[in-house]
């Protein structure tokens, strides 16, 4: 089956550095995206990764490991405005969005 | 307007009413879908249309109707409400269905049946 995994909830200190962590099972690979949802909002879209390696844009950078079914988000210099969810999404052989439940991520200053 | 909106923002409704949410895109993007959000649980595909014209069925599709009649509109209708489809529903669109592209969501519906 297809099967998304991320921690529930983190905690992080303003102006630090944090990473979520996204393992995955899905029925053909067709690339990782990552979004992030503020509490009453949509989600918007952060990072898209189809091949190995880092993917940097500003504060944020995303890494996919195809071969252990591993994603990772690194968020930098954490602003107050970063408490959100994460959301990890692999998208299958049909190119469909598989969601996890997401990482609710708590910046205290 | 820019993007998407869905209408009504929130709603109660009682069960065993009919409700139609609403959902337009004026960014020309053939791809549309229909997403529940619960506590918890990650989003749930309902339905998706890959072009006007064409529906398909998503991972939760029962008591749930769609149809695509042009680019732009995607409506999502509940036959008969039950109290289990309280939940939040975001519509998203992209580009190509058949594709990597990105999905842009709606605001959301927040739908509560009693």
């Known amino acids: 089956g297809q099967n998304i995994d991320q921690p529930t909830e983190m905690t992080a200190t303003e102006g630090a550095i944090v990473q979520i962590n996204c393992t995955y099972q899905?029925?053909?690979?067709?690339?990782l995206f990552w979004y992030q949802q503020h509490a009453g909002e949509a989600p918007t879209f952060l990072s898209y990764?189809?091949l190995d390696g880092l993917e940097e844009k500003g504060r944020f950078s995303s890494f996919l490991s195809r071969s252990k079914g591993y994603s990772y988000l690194l968020l930098k210099e954490l602003q107050m405005k970063d408490s959100a969810s994460y959301l990890c999404?692999?998208?299958?052989?049909?190119?469909?969005?598989?969601w996890g439940a997401g990482t609710k991520l708590i910046i205290k200053p | 307007i820019a993007g998407i909106t869905q209408a009504p923002t929130s709603q109660i409704l009682a069960a065993g009413r009919r409700m139609t949410l609403r959902c337009t895109q004026d960014m020309r993007h053939n791809a549309m879908y229909w997403y529940r959000q619960d506590l918890g649980l990650g989003l749930r595909l309902i339905h998706y249309?890959?072009?006007?014209?064409?529906?398909g069925k998503g991972e939760v599709p029962d008591g749930y109707s769609v149809s695509r009649a042009n680019t732009d509109d995607f409506p999502l209708t509940l036959a008969s409400a039950v109290p289990s489809q309280t939940s939040v529903y975001f519509c998203?669109?992209?580009?190509?269905?058949?594709?990597?592209?990105?999905?842009?969501f709606g605001p959301g519906t927040r739908l509560t049946v009693l």
């Open positions: 999404a692999p998208m299958d052989s049909n190119y469909q969005l598989i």
């Open positions: 998203a669109s992209s580009k190509q269905g058949a594709g990597a592209d990105t999905q842009y």
């Open positions: 990764n189809v």
């Open positions: 899905t029925s053909g690979f067709n690339g």
């Open positions: 249309s890959n072009t006007a014209g064409t529906t």
